[in-house]
Each structure stands twice: as structure tokens, then as C-alpha cells.
């Protein structure tokens, strides 16, 4: 087997065979992976917005959001691990809880092609690996499927889509092309507006030099609710085609890229 490693370099061994696995996951789509891998029995805990597969979820204790954790409901469930993500968690909270839980796995996926390896690193840690080589299986078929319609001959004259993928508003942000969203984005020739800002997250305000190198504007069902009435003002507002996406498609990593792939492939046109 390779090495177990997780983000951050450090190295996992696979749990031993018959020991209690007592997993709190603090990040929504791995809980689902999680679960995917048959796991469901095993995770003691989630946040809030750890809401699929809903039937499975419903039973698991939530131990607050994923970032406002509480630290005194996850030391009373004992986990043996803890997995988190760079993005979703914050770095002292992640740092106080490792002080009570013995394995901390922390993830980050960056593009799509990560969840290869984040299907592994879990099944190999929790001994899933028949189950995470099914997953690998069908993100690759999904995955071919999408390339073919990216290069097929209709598609020869096809143009990059200049887009600004918004994620909240009051404060208006968007994500940089550093982030994962931006890269399943890239699959179908959407190009992220270049915030220049440094920041993966940035706030920004409309102006008439941005829009002029917008093609068009993604709002995303989440974080934030986006809704038609959105749609609907900014349309009359910046003069833009707007269209409303789903959040969890294009930025739900782990078991539910499968299906973000699939997503890619309708909004593709294919």
C-alpha cells in the first residue's frame, strides 16, 4: 500500500483490524464520502451543514459549524480521528482539538482530480479500499465522459466563457482561480474572473472595467441563497446574462464530484 498522507504531509496508518473507529468529520462533503465508503456507522459526529445523504446524517450528532465547533460535545464522543479541510476549518480550532483526538486528518482538494487521491487516502485509512477504487471508477468514467464532449467536433469552435462565480453578497465575494470551484470550472472552458487580490475568497464591488471582461455571472446556491429575484436585478444592473448554479456541484469535493462532473457535462451542453 502507499503511503497514507493527508495535506498538510503527515502520514496515517490504516486502523488496526476489529479497533473502535469513532470519526467526527467537520466538513460537509467528506462526511458524505464518508458515508459513501460505508462508513456511516463509524462517524460520532458533524457540523450543521453536513446535510447528505440525509437519511444517514439525521442519526450523527452535530457538534456545531465549521467554524464555530463545540469543543466540549467532541471530547464527550472520544473520536479516535478527526478529519477537517484547509478551506472550511480554521487552523487554531483544528490545533485545540488535536489536543483531545489522536488522529487528525486534514484535507485539501484543489482540483478535480483530487478526489482520486482523497478516495484513497480515507479508504486506506479506515480500510475501504474496495469501496474507494469503486468510487475512483465511476469519477473516471464520469470524468471521460465530460472529456469527450469537451473535444467532440461540435465543440471544436468553442470559446472560452469568461465568468464571476459569486458566493455572497453584503458583502459581494467571489472565489480566486486558486480554488477548487475554479478549476471544475475550467473543465468546461469557464475561465474565473482575475481578482488580483491574493486572497482565495475575495470581496469586490461592480464596476464597469470588471464587467467588461465578464462574459457572464454564476450565482451559487451556496453559501450564500441566490434566487431568480438576484438574477433578475443584477441582469438590469450590470447588463450581464446571470444565471443561477448549484453550489454543491461545483464545489463539493469527495462522492459528490461524481456527480459534479455529470453537472459540468448538462451545463456544457452535452
Not at 464587467?211 to 446556491?221: G, M
Request: with cysteine.
Amino acid at each position: 500500500m502507499s503511503l497514507l498522507v493527508d495535506a498538510i504531509g503527515k502520514k496515517h496508518a490504516p486502523v488496526d483490524p476489529g479497533k473502535a473507529v469513532r470519526i467526527v468529520s467537520l466538513v460537509p462533503s467528506i462526511t458524505e464520502l464518508l458515508c459513501d465508503l460505508g462508513l456511516a456507522s463509524r462517524v460520532v459526529g458533524r457540523t450543521g451543514f453536513c446535510i447528505h445523504p440525509q437519511s444517514a446524517v439525521s442519526a450523527i450528532p452535530k457538534v456545531g459549524g465549521t467554524k464555530d465547533v463545540n469543543f466540549e460535545k467532541i471530547r464527550r464522543l472520544a473520536p479516535t480521528h478527526l478529519i477537517v479541510n484547509i478551506d472550511e476549518n480554521e487552523k487554531p480550532t483544528v490545533e485545540a482539538l488535536a489536543d483531545v483526538v489522536p488522529n487528525v486528518i486534514v484535507t485539501h482538494p484543489m482540483a478535480p482530480r483530487d478526489n482520486l487521491e482523497l478516495y484513497r487516502l480515507l479508504g486506506g485509512i479506515f480500510r475501504k479500499e474496495r469501496e474507494a477504487n469503486v468510487l475512483c471508477e465511476r469519477f473516471e468514467r464520469e470524468y471521460e465522459a465530460l472529456s469527450l464532449v469537451m473535444s467532440s467536433t461540435s465543440r471544436l469552435s468553442f470559446s472560452t466563457n469568461r465568468v464571476l462565480y459569486c458566493i455572497w453578497q453584503d458583502p459581494w465575494m467571489t472565489v480566486s482561480r486558486d480554488t477548487y470551484i475554479a478549476r471544475m470550472l475550467e473543465l468546461i472552458g469557464w475561465q474565473q474572473w482575475l481578482a488580483d487580490t491574493g486572497v482565495r475568497y475575495p470581496e469586490f464591488t461592480w464596476d464597469a472595467k470588471m464587467l467588461s471582461v465578464i462574459d457572464e455571472i454564476l450565482l451559487s446556491s451556496e453559501p450564500y441563497t441566490f434566487t431568480q429575484k438576484h438574477v433578475d436585478a443584477l441582469e438590469r444592473q450590470t447588463g450581464k446574462p446571470v444565471r443561477l448554479v448549484n453550489g454543491e456541484m461545483l464545489s463539493w469535493y469527495g462522492s459528490r464530484a461524481i456527480q459534479g462532473l455529470r453537472y459540468l457535462r448538462e451545463l456544457a451542453g452535452g
